[in-house]
C-alpha cells in the first residue's frame, strides 16, 4: 500500500484490529483517527510515516496495542496517551522523535528498549535517555529557591542547637563536646523492636503479605512514613537460627539491583528480623496464578532476565560465590516498575574459589541454573512444577511438545497477536523454551553458567523487540 492515511478513516467505527505493517505509507497520521474509539490494535511499524503522533488518539479508550516503530515520526510523546488506561503494548523504536518521555499510565512498566533510536527523547533514567534540560528562566529560579531552602534549613537546626548549647552550659556546667556525643548517638540509632511493632501493629495479621522459607513476612509503615517489609523468623524452627546468620553474612556482601535490599536487622532472645525495601507489586507467583493479573510475553522476559542478572552476580561477580538453593516465584518481587529483586537467601552457601561441594552434600552454581530453567518453563506456561503425577515432570512435558507444538505449550495469555506477528511471538517462545531446556540439562557437557543465558536472553529482548 502507497500512499497516505486519509481523514475519511474516522468513518470506519466499527474496526476493531487494524495493521498496516510493511507498507509505503507516508505523510502523517491524521487526527481524525482519534474518532475510532472501538480500535483496539493498531500496527503501522515499518513505513514511512512522518509528522506526529495526533494527541487526539487520546480519545480512542479502548486501544490496547499501538506499534508506531520503524517510521520518520517527529515531534515529542503526548502526554494524553498516559490516560489509555487499557494500553498494554506502545513501540516507538527507530523514529525522530524528541522531548520528555511521559512517566504515567502505561509508561510506568515500559522498558527503555522501545525508546532507542530517536533523535532527542529524555526524562528518566530509568528509560536509559539523558535528563530533561531545564530553562535558564526555570534554573535561576531553582537555584534562588536552593538558596533560600539551605538558609532556612541552617536557622532550623542551628538556631534551636545553640539554644539548647547554651541552656545545657547555664544548667550543668556542660561542654560542647558532649553534645556532640549526644548527636553523634542519635545518628547512630537503629529501627528499635518497638517501633517495628508499632510500624505492624504488633505484627497483626492484617499486616501480613507473605511467608519465607522460615517466617513470616509483615508490612509495615515507620513513622517517618516510609513503607517496609519485616521477615520476622520462626524462632521455634532451629533451621530458623541457622538462617537468620547467613541471610546477615551474604546480605553484607551484596550489591545489586536485583537483589532486595536489606535495611537493617533487628534481634534479641526471642525475636529476630530482617528489614528490608517494601516491594508493592508483590511476587511474580501472584501474578501468574492470579487471574485478576496480567504479564505479556515482554514483562515475562523482562523479569526473567533480571532474575538471571541477579545469579550472574551471585555466581560470578561476588568475592564468595554464592549459592541461592530456593529458587521459585514466590522469591521473585516486583517493585513499582516491574523490576524484579531476588529474595530469601536464608539457606544460601557461601562457596569460596577452591570449594566444589556445601556442608551438606553435591552443591554448586548448577544447582541455580537448573532451578533457574525450571522457573523459566514454569513463567511461560503457567503450570507448576509440582502438578504432573508420577514419573512425569514440567521439563519432560515440554521437551515431548517442543519445538513442534510449541503453541500448546506456552500461556495462552501471552500470544495477543494474530497473523504473521503471531508466528513471530512463537519463535521468540520456542527460543525461550530451548535456553530454559538448556539450563535443566542433566549433561554437564551442556551445561552452560548464567553469563551464558543472560546474553541469550538479552538477543531474545532484542529479536522480540522487532517482531
Not at 535490599?261 to 525495601?277: G, H, W, Y
Not at 525450571?374 to 515431548?400: A, C
Not at 506456552?410 to 535456553?435: C, F, H, P, W, Y
Request: hydrophobic share 40%; net charge neutral.
Amino acid at each position: 500500500m502507497v500512499g497516505s492515511l486519509p481523514p475519511e478513516i474516522e468513518n470506519l467505527k466499527a474496526v476493531t484490529q487494524m495493521d498496516l505493517s510493511m507498507n509505503q505509507l507516508s505523510n502523517e497520521i491524521p487526527r481524525e483517527i482519534g474518532g475510532l474509539q472501538n480500535l483496539a490494535y493498531l500496527y503501522l511499524r515499518h513505513n514511512k510515516v512522518q509528522g506526529t503522533i495526533p494527541d487526539s488518539m487520546r480519545n480512542m479508550v479502548v486501544l490496547e496495542f499501538l506499534d508506531l516503530s520503524h517510521n520518520n515520526i517527529s515531534g515529542i510523546i503526548p502526554k494524553s496517551l498516559e490516560k489509555l488506561q487499557n494500553l498494554k503494548y506502545f513501540n516507538i523504536y527507530v523514529n525522530k522523535l524528541y522531548g520528555e518521555i511521559p512517566m504515567g499510565g502505561l509508561f510506568k512498566n515500559l522498558s527503555s528498549q522501545i525508546f532507542i533510536y530517536n533523535e532527542a527523547l529524555c526524562g528518566s533514567s530509568r528509560f536509559s535517555v539523558p535528563p530533561c534540560p531545564i530553562s535558564s528562566k526555570h534554573r535561576s529560579n531553582r537555584n534562588k529557591l536552593l538558596v533560600l531552602l539551605l538558609l532556612l534549613a541552617i536557622a532550623v537546626v542551628f538556631v534551636p542547637m545553640t539554644l539548647v548549647l547554651l541552656w545545657i552550659r547555664y544548667r550543668r556546667g556542660k561542654s560542647v563536646p558532649q553534645q556532640a556525643d549526644l548527636l553523634s548517638t542519635i545518628a547512630r540509632e537503629r529501627i528499635s523492636y518497638y517501633e517495628l511493632l508499632r510500624a505492624t501493629n504488633a505484627l497483626s495479621e492484617s499486616n501480613m503479605i507473605g511467608s519465607g522459607s522460615f517466617g513470616s513476612v509483615y508490612k509495615g509503615i515507620l513513622r517517618s512514613g516510609t513503607t517496609i517489609a519485616i521477615t520476622v523468623f520462626n524462632l521455634l524452627l532451629n533451621a530458623a537460627f541457622k538462617s537468620f546468620d547467613t541471610e546477615c553474612e551474604v546480605l553484607c556482601i551484596l550489591r545489586h539491583r536485583n537483589l532486595i535490599k536489606v535495611i537493617t536487622s533487628c534481634s534479641n532472645l526471642n525475636f529476630k528480623d530482617l528489614v528490608l525495601e517494601y516491594m508493592p507489586n508483590g511476587s511474580l507467583e501472584k501474578y501468574l496464578y492470579l487471574h485478576n493479573y496480567f504479564l505479556d510475553i515482554r514483562q515475562r522476559l523482562s523479569i526473567m532476565i533480571d532474575v538471571a542478572c541477579a545469579f550472574e552476580y551471585l555466581h560470578h561477580r561476588c568475592s564468595s560465590v554464592v549459592i541461592h538453593c530456593d529458587l521459585k516465584p514466590s522469591n521473585v518481587l516486583l517493585d513499582e516498575d516491574m523490576v524484579a529483586h531476588l529474595r530469601d537467601l536464608g539457606i544460601s552457601k557461601l562457596l569460596g574459589d577452591d570449594e566444589k561441594y556445601g556442608l551438606d552434600g553435591l552443591v554448586s552454581t548448577k544447582c541455580d541454573v537448573y532451578s533457574y530453567g525450571i522457573m523459566l518453563l514454569e513463567t511461560f506456561t503457567t503450570r507448576k512444577p509440582n502438578e504432573f503425577e508420577g514419573d512425569h515432570s514440567l521439563k519432560q512435558w515440554v521437551s515431548y511438545l517442543f519445538p513442534e507444538a510449541v503453541i500448546d505449550v506456552v500461556d495462552a495469555n501471552v500470544l495477543t497477536s494474530t497473523g504473521n506477528r503471531l508466528q513471530k511471538e512463537l519463535d521468540v517462545v520456542a527460543s525461550i523454551m530451548k535456553v530454559a531446556l538448556d539450563c535443566c540439562a542433566e549433561s554437564p557437557a551442556r551445561s552452560t553458567n548464567m553469563k551464558d543465558f543472560v546474553a541469550m536472553l538479552q538477543k531474545i529482548k532484542i529479536q522480540l523487540l522487532e517482531c
